[in-house]
C-alpha cells in the first residue's frame, strides 16, 4: 500500500476516534438525587428537554434533600436538588447551590376540610402547638392533625420554618412524620383534618387536596411572582466542583437557566429565578416582616442568595446570613423529652432554636415540638424527703413537710386506655401532663405505646 494511502487511512481512523470521544464527552450520563418537588417540579422537564438536545441522560433519583446532598458530596450523585440553600454546615461546605425557580410554600388539608384561609399568625401557632383544633380557626371541632417531613433539614419544612420561626431547624407540634413531601401529600388527602407544608408546583391542580390562602391570599403563579403571596422560595441544583463530571454538571445547570430550561419551569407551574427580581428585591422586608407579625427573630442562619445569576454561565451562589439580634428569652427550668431519635444520617442536624413572643397575651414555651416535648417546671417525683435542713429545723417545719409529702402522695390517680392512632406526646397533651410524668408513673423505658395499652395517669 504506498505510503500516501497509509497516512491518509490513519488520519481519517484518529480523526474519527477524536469525534467519538468528542461525542461521547457531550452525551455523558448524569445523576440527579434530590427532594421529590425539585425532581417533579424542575427536573424531570428539564431533563426530557436536555436530551432532547442532544445531551446525554439523566439518571433520576427522587427521595429528599438530605439524601441528595450526601450523595453530591460523595461522589455518588452529580446533581442534588434542594428547596433550600446551603445551611452552613459542614456537610454542605464545598458544594454550590444555584437557585433556578421561585415555588410557593403551601399549607395544605383536605378537600374536604371547610377550613379555606388561615392567617400568618394561625400558621405559626398550629406548628407552634398553641392551636390544636380546627374550631380554632373556623372549622369542625376536631383535632389538627399536624404532618411534617421527618427531617428537619428538609428542604420545604426547613424554608418554611425559617419563615415563620427565624430559623430552619425549628421544633415543631408535629407528631406525625414522612420521609419526603409525597407520602405527606398522600396522607392529607386521606385524612379530613390533616394539615402540612408542601410545594405549588407538587399539588397544583390535584382535587384531593385543598391549598389554604394566607391572609386571603390564594397561592398561584401569578401571586407568587408578584409576592402578594407570602410564602415562597427558590428551589436549587447543587453541584460539586471537584467532582469527575463537574463540567457537565454545570452545563445542565446553565441549561435550566437558558430560555428552553425557564419554558420548562413555567409548565410546570415554576417561576424562573431570574424572572424574580422582585422578589430577591423584597425577600428581606418580606422576612421581617412575617417574623415581627408572629412574634418571632431571625437567627444567623443563611436564608437565600442576594441576586440571581447571570446567564447562561450561572455562578456560583452565596448564601447571605444575617445575624441575631434579638436577646435570649429566660428558659429556666425548661426540661425537654425526645420522642424519636433522629435518624443516624442526619445526627449533625440541630434544632435548638425556640421562638420568642413578646406580646404579654400569647403564653410561654410549654408543648413546642415536633419530636420532642418540652414544658416548664420541674417533675414532681412520686415521694419527697422529711428530713430537716441542718440544726435550725423545729417542729413546724417538720409538720409543713408532713403536709407536703401527704399532699404529694395523695394525688388521684387514673386508668386511661390507649386509643388506635395515638402517641404518648398525644396523650401528655391530652392530659395536661408531661411525657416524662407518664414515663415515669408507667415505668416506661422509650416513648413507644400500644393500642389498647392502660397507663397510670396522676393529677398535676
Do not use: C
Not at 427532594?35 to 432532547?52: H, I, L
Not at 401571586?223 to 463530571?245: D, E, I, R
Amino acid at each position: 500500500m504506498p505510503v500516501r494511502i497509509t497516512r491518509l487511512l490513519t488520519a481519517a481512523l484518529i480523526g474519527a476516534g477524536l469525534s467519538t470521544a468528542v461525542l461521547a464527552a457531550a452525551t455523558q450520563s448524569l445523576t440527579w438525587r434530590g427532594d421529590v418537588v425539585t425532581a417533579n417540579g424542575v427536573v424531570k422537564g428539564v431533563a426530557k428537554a436536555w436530551q432532547s438536545s442532544g445531551h446525554g441522560s439523566v439518571q433520576i433519583q427522587p427521595f429528599n434533600t438530605a439524601s441528595g446532598l450526601d450523595a453530591v458530596a460523595g461522589g455518588s450523585a452529580d446533581i442534588a436538588g434542594s428547596a433550600r440553600p446551603s445551611s452552613g454546615s459542614a456537610e454542605d461546605s464545598g458544594l454550590t447551590f444555584t437557585p433556578v425557580a421561585w415555588d410557593g410554600l403551601v399549607l395544605i388539608t383536605g378537600s374536604g376540610n371547610p377550613v379555606s384561609n388561615l392567617t400568618l399568625q394561625q400558621v405559626h401557632d398550629i406548628y407552634y402547638g398553641r392551636i390544636t383544633n380546627w374550631k380554632a380557626v373556623g372549622g369542625n371541632d376536631a383535632p389538627i392533625d399536624v404532618f411534617a417531613v421527618a427531617s428537619p433539614g428538609d428542604g420545604v419544612e426547613f424554608s418554611l420554618r425559617k419563615l415563620l420561626f427565624g430559623r430552619g431547624s425549628q421544633p415543631v407540634a408535629a407528631p406525625r412524620l414522612y420521609v419526603n413531601t409525597t407520602q405527606l401529600e398522600q396522607s392529607v388527602a386521606l385524612d379530613p383534618r390533616g394539615f402540612g407544608v408542601t410545594t405549588l408546583s407538587s399539588v397544583a391542580g390535584n382535587p384531593k387536596i385543598k391549598m389554604l390562602r394566607i391572609d386571603g391570599t390564594a397561592p398561584s403563579v401569578s401571586s407568587v411572582a408578584s409576592g402578594a403571596y407570602p410564602l415562597f422560595a427558590p428551589l436549587y441544583l447543587v453541584t460539586n466542583p471537584s467532582s469527575p463530571n463537574a463540567a457537565q454538571a454545570k452545563a445542565f445547570v446553565d441549561f435550566a437557566l437558558s430560555d428552553k430550561g425557564a419554558a420548562t419551569l413555567r409548565s410546570h407551574s415554576l417561576v424562573p429565578y431570574d424572572a424574580g427580581t422582585t422578589l430577591i428585591a423584597m425577600d428581606a422586608s418580606r422576612r421581617s416582616r412575617i417574623l415581627a407579625e408572629v412574634g418571632a427573630h431571625a437567627s444567623a442562619e443563611p436564608t437565600q442568595i442576594a441576586s440571581a445569576p447571570s446567564r447562561p454561565a450561572a455562578a456560583p451562589s452565596i448564601a447571605a446570613a444575617r445575624p441575631a439580634t434579638p436577646a435570649t428569652p429566660t428558659l429556666a427550668k425548661v426540661s425537654g423529652s425526645v420522642l424519636t431519635p433522629p435518624p443516624s444520617s442526619l445526627k449533625g442536624v440541630r434544632g435548638e432554636a425556640f421562638t420568642q413572643m413578646t406580646a404579654p397575651d400569647r403564653g410561654s414555651f410549654a408543648k413546642v415540638t415536633s419530636d420532642a416535648y418540652v414544658s416548664h417546671g420541674k417533675i414532681v417525683m412520686a415521694k419527697a424527703s422529711t428530713k430537716s435542713a441542718g440544726k435550725t429545723s423545729n417542729a413546724a417545719s417538720k409538720a409543713e413537710g408532713k403536709k407536703r409529702v401527704a399532699s404529694v402522695d395523695s394525688k388521684p390517680a387514673r386508668s386511661y386506655r390507649v386509643a388506635a392512632g395515638e402517641t404518648l406526646y398525644s396523650i401528655a397533651r391530652k392530659h395536661g401532663v408531661d411525657v416524662a410524668q407518664i414515663r415515669s408513673w408507667n415505668h416506661l423505658k422509650d416513648n413507644t405505646v400500644r393500642t389498647g395499652q392502660m397507663l397510670r395517669i396522676e393529677s398535676r
